[in-house]
């Protein structure tokens, strides 16, 4: 039988799309500011740096399930920061990085040959996942686009990357009532829910009760240490909800060997024990965001969404590679929304992961398209 080698089953990575536009920014007198990706620049926290070291020299195998310290401390930062209840040391999970967790998702709950629903503006991993599965993807953003079809699997992102847009708690309800009429899996990726800029609207996990009344069957809720504790190098990440689907995902990854390493464990404990760090980097972020935003809109962009998260979602009303062209030219490089799927073909992504002299660039040469 012929082989079929896994990767023809998935779209071309969109990153190698950006080299030329790369480059062109990369050739700007004073360099290139680099908002294409969300990656952290900030330092990790010096106590989470030494929880990390204290933990190096122990050389049995970490557990996948994680050490009762670490599966305690999410329940409890969980409950703490978001308001979700009801959590036990069996309905956490540590994972290695969230993107791992989204790409295999749907294998290791053994959605195959289904229907795996995602965002029409969404984070790429979302339709990888499905589709290393050998599962059908539909995109939509409400449960009327979906017909008389049941899916297998759902995925949320509120706040979205790479809109920013967040999902109040009535859709959420409305999504977790409709699901649970007809046994689909919800997983709600809420790797940014704690960057909301709004009071208007503010960020809520699928498992507030106030979206799932307390119930979590059926529920998965994807988060991470990347972006909030500048993690993104430690790959720490955790799902919580559903204690059956927890342990079913336990299972499949302890065959697997999928298990985070004994002093990532370690440095998790120590960011999920502390706030005070996290509210820090916001801080930070806050600052960043306000300047960007003046500059897009002094420069005629308008930004759409963009309530919490990482990210501005901004538009010119132009095919989005003319506008990472001509942000290009300038020494600044963005990520295109047609990255997300076809309705981001107008719009750009700049990232807010820039340092503060490096944003402080990009707001004086924004002010050339003014």
């Given at each position: 039988?012929?082989?079929?080698?896994?990767?023809?089953?998935?779209?071309?990575?969109?990153?190698?799309?950006?080299?030329?536009?790369?480059?062109?920014?990369?050739?700007?007198?004073?360099?290139i500011?680099?908002l294409?990706?969300?990656?952290?620049?900030?330092?990790?926290?010096?106590?989470?740096?030494?929880?990390?070291?204290?933990?190096?020299?122990?050389?049995?195998?970490?557990?996948?399930?994680?050490?009762?310290?670490?599966?305690?401390?999410?329940?409890?930062?969980?409950?703490?920061?978001?308001?979700?209840?009801?959590?036990?040391?069996?309905?956490?999970?540590?994972?290695?990085?969230t993107?791992?967790?989204?790409?295999?998702?749907p294998?290791?709950?053994?959605?195959?040959d289904?229907?795996?629903v995602?965002?029409?503006?969404?984070?790429p991993?979302y339709?990888?996942?499905?589709?290393?599965?050998d599962?059908?993807?539909?995109?939509?953003?409400?449960?009327?686009?979906?017909?008389?079809?049941?899916?297998?699997?759902?995925?949320?992102?509120s706040?979205?990357?790479?809109?920013g847009?967040?999902?109040?708690?009535?859709h959420?309800?409305?999504?977790?009532?409709?699901?649970?009429?007809?046994?689909?899996?919800v997983?709600?990726d809420?790797c940014y829910?704690?960057?909301?800029?709004?009071d208007?609207a503010e960020?809520?996990?699928?498992?507030?009760?106030?979206?799932?009344d307390?119930?979590?069957?059926g529920?998965?809720?994807?988060?991470?240490?990347?972006?909030?504790?500048?993690?993104?190098?430690?790959?720490?990440?955790?799902?919580?909800?559903?204690?059956?689907?927890?342990q079913?995902l336990?299972?499949v990854?302890?065959?697997?060997?999928?298990?985070?390493?004994?002093?990532?464990?370690?440095?998790?404990?120590?960011?999920?024990?502390?706030?005070?760090?996290e509210?820090?980097q916001?801080?930070?972020?806050?600052?960043?965001?306000?300047?960007?935003?003046?500059?897009?809109?002094e420069?005629?962009?308008?930004?759409?969404?963009s309530?919490?998260?990482?990210?501005?979602?901004?538009?010119?009303?132009?095919?989005c590679?003319?506008t990472?062209?001509?942000?290009?030219?300038?020494?600044?490089?963005v990520?295109p929304?047609?990255?997300?799927?076809p309705?981001?073909?107008?719009?750009?992504r700049?990232?807010?992961?820039?340092?503060?002299?490096?944003?402080?660039?990009?707001?004086?040469?924004?002010?050339?398209l003014?």
């Amino acid at each position: 039988m012929a082989r079929t080698p896994l990767g023809s089953r998935l779209p071309d990575f969109p990153w190698d799309t950006l080299s030329a536009a790369k480059a062109r920014a990369a050739a700007h007198e004073d360099g290139i500011v680099d908002l294409s990706v969300g990656t952290p620049v900030d330092p990790v926290a010096p106590h989470i740096q030494l929880a990390l070291v204290e933990a190096a020299a122990e050389p049995g195998y970490p557990q996948t399930m994680g050490t009762p310290r670490l599966r305690a401390a999410i329940a409890s930062a969980l409950e703490r920061r978001y308001g979700m209840t009801g959590l036990t040391d069996k309905a956490v999970l540590p994972v290695i990085g969230t993107k791992e967790a989204i790409a295999w998702l749907p294998t290791l709950l053994g959605v195959r040959d289904g229907l795996v629903v995602i965002p029409e503006v969404a984070y790429p991993t979302y339709e990888v996942g499905a589709l290393l599965a050998d599962n059908r993807v539909l995109r939509a953003d409400s449960l009327l686009a979906l017909g008389p079809e049941t899916p297998d699997l759902i995925f949320l992102n509120s706040p979205s990357n790479p809109t920013g847009k967040v999902l109040g708690v009535d859709h959420l309800r409305k999504v977790v009532e409709w699901a649970r009429e007809r046994g689909v899996i919800v997983a709600s990726d809420e790797c940014y829910l704690g960057l909301g800029w709004d009071d208007a609207a503010e960020p809520v996990s699928i498992l507030d009760p106030r979206v799932c009344d307390g119930d979590h069957t059926g529920l998965l809720a994807i988060h991470s240490l990347s972006k909030t504790s500048n993690l993104a190098s430690y790959r720490a990440g955790y799902l919580a909800g559903d204690p059956a689907l927890i342990q079913e995902l336990l299972e499949v990854r302890k065959h697997a060997g999928l298990m985070v390493p004994g002093p990532i464990q370690a440095a998790m404990v120590a960011a999920l024990e502390s706030d005070e760090q996290e509210e820090a980097q916001k801080l930070v972020y806050a600052a960043r965001r306000a300047k960007l935003l003046r500059a897009l809109l002094e420069a005629g962009f308008t930004v759409d969404n963009s309530e919490a998260g990482l990210y501005l979602w901004a538009t010119r009303g132009e095919n989005c590679r003319v506008t990472v062209d001509a942000l290009a030219d300038l020494g600044i490089l963005v990520a295109p929304g047609d990255f997300y799927g076809p309705r981001g073909q107008q719009h750009i992504r700049m990232a807010l992961t820039g340092t503060d002299e490096r944003i402080d660039a990009a707001v004086t040469r924004l002010s050339a398209l003014a």
